[in-house]
């Protein structure tokens, strides 16, 4: 600190006395001995950043200043009688008061309670070429206690065995496929330990992402680059985007989210502002093949009736009408030859025992060389239905034996719209290849 310069008032005698008595004035009055030794104990236990702060409240600019014995001497000479709060108040206030803020406060309290129940998967399988185990690296995350985790279908793909760690390599599982979802990247593994090893698992909590609305602010727990236990955070930029899955399929309804996602964050969480998962983290969009800014996760929803399924029979169930459908390319250029617009899907067969042909639908027959086209339906469930796909999507997402509500042109006549209640069942129960 620069040593206190006289303020020069001019002279009250020939003696200087004028003089001596300004400058006395402007020295500091020095605290008591006892007080200095009180405050020099009180703050030689701060930080350095804590020094700053208690400095900073008194107006004093500490930026230049980095050792704490100096520090701690600018505090000292702060300290003079009636200016501010005691020091032992404001190092109470200090150490209650960490240097972040509120918002930063719920976010670390998150990632501490959320953290533990990320997964780093590592797999092994088939030997390569050269002989070594082919193996990858991914993120999970614990689904409940009986030591199921959930992750995407392409970080177990091709695998023979798999280690699953948490808590930063403390808890360590081997772990087997339960099943998978192929057409909608998702796969359940069964953790192998014994009851006290389970005990330690803490499962995620559930959110709803039904109710995500864009702008809310979400975060990224997982493994990037084999880094465990990382976390992102973003909002969601986007809902409703449709991602192509390794099937070859596309995943409905994914969330686009900014949070940044990159090789290895697959399977892990997506976590709400309350530490619910809301998505699985699955895919980015990305030239350098990095983070851009563009990540998609899997709605929890579409993830809880898939794990709920593969839980309970090691598998999914795929509903179905009992009908086959005409290639959408075959009957766009079918529409083009014979001049009729044709927007929606042609049903091609509805084989007898099954809940299409019970319920009255009509397939496309030939007669002589000449087709005679079968119903078109146009809507299921409310929603149009123009591709095969989108009939596809709806069935695969209604309950086990509930009704699906279609609306179809009899014998694609416009004049002849109809609504018809078809039954969804397992399709492994129909003795006929059929689909939707």
């Known amino acids: 600190?620069?040593?206190?310069?006289?303020?020069?008032?001019?002279?009250?005698?020939?003696?200087?006395?004028?003089?001596?008595?300004?400058?006395?004035?402007?020295?500091?009055?020095?605290?008591?001995?006892?007080?200095?030794?009180?405050?020099?104990?009180?703050?030689?236990?701060?930080?350095?950043?804590?020094?700053?702060?208690?400095?900073?409240?008194?107006?004093?600019?500490?930026?230049?200043?980095?050792?704490?014995?100096?520090?701690?001497?600018?505090?000292?000479?702060?300290?003079?009688?009636g200016a501010g709060a005691p020091l032992s108040a404001s190092v109470a206030a200090i150490r209650a008061a960490p240097l972040i803020t509120d918002s930063e406060r719920t976010m670390v309290e998150l990632f501490r309670r959320c953290a533990p129940s990320v997964a780093f998967i590592q797999t092994l399988g088939p030997a390569g070429a050269r002989g070594g185990a082919q193996g990858g690296t991914g993120s999970g995350f614990c689904w409940d206690q009986d030591g199921h985790v959930v992750t995407n279908y392409h970080v177990v793909r091709g695998m023979e065995r798999a280690r699953v760690s948490f808590r930063a390599g403390t808890l360590v599982f081997d772990a087997v496929?339960?099943?998978?979802?192929?057409?909608?990247?998702?796969?359940?593994?069964?953790?192998?330990?014994?009851?006290?090893?389970?005990?330690?698992?803490?499962?995620?909590?559930?959110?709803?992402?039904?109710?995500?609305?864009?702008?809310q602010s979400v975060c990224a727990i997982g493994n990037p680059f084999g880094l465990d236990g990382t976390l992102t955070t973003g909002v969601v930029s986007a809902l409703g985007r449709d991602l192509m899955g390794v099937g070859g399929r596309p995943i409905r309804q994914c969330i686009q989210t900014d949070a940044a996602i990159n090789p290895g964050n697959s399977g892990g969480p997506l976590l709400n502002s309350a530490g619910e998962v809301i998505g699985v983290n699955t895919a980015i969009f990305s030239p350098s093949g990095a983070?851009?800014?563009?990540?998609?996760?899997?709605?929890?929803?579409?993830?809880?009736?898939?794990?709920?399924?593969?839980?309970?029979?090691?598998?999914?169930?795929?509903?179905?009408?009992?009908?086959?459908?005409?290639?959408?390319?075959?009957?766009?250029?079918?529409?083009?030859?014979?001049?009729?617009?044709?927007?929606?899907?042609?049903?091609?067969?509805?084989?007898?025992?099954?809940?299409?042909?019970?319920?009255?639908?009509?397939?496309?027959?030939?007669?002589?060389?000449?087709?005679?086209?079968?119903?078109?339906?146009?809507?299921?469930?409310?929603?149009?239905?123009?591709?095969?796909?989108?009939?596809?999507?709806?069935?695969?997402?209604v309950?086990?034996?509930?009704?699906?509500?279609?609306?179809?042109?009899?014998?694609?006549?416009?004049?002849?719209?109809?609504k018809v209640g078809v039954l969804a069942v397992d399709r492994t129960h129909l003795q006929v290849g059929v689909k939707p």
């Not at 004028?18 to 200095?36: I, K, Y």
């Not at 309950?399 to 109809?418: A, F, K, T, Y």
């Open 1 to 81: 600190m620069a040593p206190i310069r006289p303020r020069f008032v001019g002279l009250a005698s020939s003696r200087g006395f004028g003089l001596v008595a300004a400058c006395r004035a402007a020295r500091p009055v020095p605290p008591a001995r006892g007080a200095l030794t009180l405050a020099r104990r009180a703050a030689a236990s701060l930080s350095a950043a804590e020094l700053k702060r208690l400095l900073a409240e008194r107006g004093i600019d500490a930026r230049d200043c980095h050792d704490p014995d100096e520090l701690v001497e600018r505090l000292q000479r702060a300290l003079a009688p």
């Open 177 to 215: 496929l339960v099943g998978a979802e192929v057409d909608k990247d998702i796969a359940v593994l069964k953790l192998a330990g014994d009851a006290d090893q389970l005990a330690a698992l803490a499962p995620l909590s559930v959110g709803c992402s039904a109710a995500l609305v864009v702008g």
């Open 291 to 397: 983070s851009a800014g563009i990540g998609f996760a899997i709605p929890i929803d579409t993830t809880r009736r898939i794990v709920t399924q593969i839980v309970a029979h090691g598998r999914t169930l795929r509903p179905t009408l009992g009908i086959t459908v005409a290639d959408d390319a075959w009957l766009r250029n079918l529409a083009v030859g014979i001049g009729k617009t044709l927007t929606g899907v042609l049903v091609m067969d509805a084989p007898e025992g099954t809940p299409a042909h019970a319920a009255g639908i009509n397939g496309t027959t030939r007669n002589y060389g000449r087709i005679e086209l079968g119903d078109l339906i146009v809507s299921a469930n409310g929603h149009a239905v123009r591709t095969s796909e989108d009939l596809l999507s709806i069935v695969e997402e």
């Open 399 to 418: 309950p086990l034996n509930s009704r699906v509500e279609l609306v179809v042109l009899r014998r694609c006549d416009e004049r002849r719209r109809e």
